[in-house]
C-alpha cells in the first residue's frame, strides 16, 4: 500500500489573514479574563508595525510575552469559549490562494497537517472548519481547569521540521510529492524537507531564502495572486 502523500501549512498569515495569538488575545482582553493595561504592552509595536516604522516581528513578539505572562490562572473553559467566538467571527478572513489550494489538495487525498506557534486550543477550532488531518500548536498546561503558565513541548514545536518528521513516522506518511507553504524563516526547516516548497507572501528573511534555494515564491495582493519562481 502507498503511504499518502503530505501537505504542510503554517496557519497565520498563510492561511489566515492575521494572527489567531493576537486574534484570541485580544478577545481575552476585551472580554476582561486578561488585564486590558497588557495591551500597553504591544500596542506601540502595533503602532510602529502599522506606520511602516518598526518590523512585524517586535509586534508579534510583544503579543508573545504579554499573553505568556498572563495565561496562568486562565479558566481554559473561557478560553475555549473565546476561541469559539474568534473563529466563528473570522474564520472567512483567509486567504483565496491558500484556501483553494486546501481545498485542491484535500480532494486529492493529500494528509492535511496544520503546523503553527499559535495555542493549539484555537488551533483546533480554526483548522477543524478547514479540514486538517492533524494540528499541531503551542501546548499550555492545564491544572484544575486552568492554566498554569508552563508551555510543554517548546523545543519541539518549535521546531518544524522536527513536528514534520514526527508526523510522518506516526501516520505513515510520504514526503514524496509532498507540499509545504510558509510566510516566514521559522518555516523553512520544513520547506527543505517537502519537494513542492512554496513560499507565501513572505517576510524578508524567507524571500532570500527562497531564492537562494530556487523555491517557488507565490504573493497575494488585494484581488491579485502573483508567482514567482
Not at 29 to 45: D, F, N
Not at 102 to 111: A, G, N, S
Not at 217 to 228: L, M, T
Request: charged content about 30%; some cysteine; overall charge positive.
Amino acid at each position: 500500500m502507498k503511504s499518502q502523500k503530505v501537505a504542510i501549512f503554517d496557519i497565520d498569515g498563510t492561511i489566515f489573514r492575521s494572527s489567531l495569538l493576537i486574534q484570541v488575545t485580544d478577545g481575552l482582553v476585551e472580554k476582561g479574563i486578561m488585564p486590558k493595561k497588557i495591551k500597553h504592552k504591544y500596542e506601540l509595536a502595533h503602532k510602529q508595525w502599522l506606520d511602516r516604522e518598526g518590523p512585524y516581528e517586535d509586534y508579534i513578539d510583544a503579543v508573545i510575552k504579554a499573553f505568556v505572562k498572563n495565561i496562568k490562572g486562565v479558566s481554559q473553559k473561557e478560553f475555549l469559549k473565546v476561541a469559539e467566538q474568534v473563529v466563528s467571527k473570522q474564520h472567512h478572513r483567509i486567504y483565496r490562494y491558500t484556501r483553494d489550494l486546501v481545498k485542491d489538495l484535500k480532494k486529492k487525498k493529500y494528509f492535511m497537517l496544520a503546523i503553527s506557534h499559535s495555542p493549539k486550543d484555537i488551533l483546533d477550532e480554526f483548522c477543524e472548519e478547514l479540514g486538517f488531518d492533524k494540528v499541531y500548536g503551542q501546548i499550555y498546561e492545564v491544572q484544575n481547569n486552568k492554566y498554569s503558565g508552563k508551555t510543554l513541548y517548546r523545543n519541539l514545536i518549535l521546531e518544524k521540521s522536527k513536528i514534520l518528521q514526527r508526523a510522518i513516522e506516526k501516520e505513515g506518511l510520504s514526503l514524496r510529492g509532498s507540499i509545504g507553504v510558509g510566510d516566514t524563516e521559522s518555516d523553512s526547516s520544513f520547506l527543505r524537507k517537502v519537494d513542492n516548497p512554496i513560499c507565501f507572501n513572505p517576510n524578508q528573511e524567507l524571500y532570500k531564502i527562497a531564492q537562494r534555494n530556487k523555491w517557488q515564491i507565490v504573493v497575494e495582493r488585494k484581488n491579485v495572486i502573483y508567482k514567482i519562481k
